[in-house]
């Protein structure tokens, strides 16, 4: 099946994998979907993340995270922002904190998807992807 937004339907089996507790999730693997997860891995959302497949057919197996004896999700909310109908674009100065910095704004710039706070230390800006916390 044709996904039109590979990074809503990425946050949504994250969503929904998590309110499932899963312990992983499979999302079609392209370099967009890829650089979202080194950014979640890197920010302490995920556990890690693997490709697995060959060719067309290569899937990210996602490992979630999870905290406490009540497994309760490190994920609390996957917001997606800019979508293909209305794209959402900040400069370095309008850059978006999420919950006053306690939640992690994803964009999209020229060196590549980051963080709002490592887009900030850079002085660039970009297209909003999505809000994690």
Known sequence: MAVNDPIAD????????????H??????????????????????????????GEGIKRNLVISLKYKGKNRQPTIKVLKRVSRPGLRVYANRKELPKVL????????????????????RRQGVGGEVLCYVW
């Not at 006053?100 to 887009?119: C, K, L, N, P």
């Open 23 to 52: 312990q992983t999730t499979l999302v079609p693997c392209t370099r967009m979907t890829r650089s979202i997860a080194q950014v979640l891995q890197s920010e302490g959302f995920i556990v890690s993340f693997d490709e697995e």
């Open 100 to 119: 006053g910095g306690i939640g992690v704004a994803i964009i999209s710039t020229s060196q590549g998807i980051m963080t709002d706070r490592e887009a």
């Open 10 to 21: 990425m946050l949504t089996r994250i969503r929904n994998s998590n309110l499932a507790r």
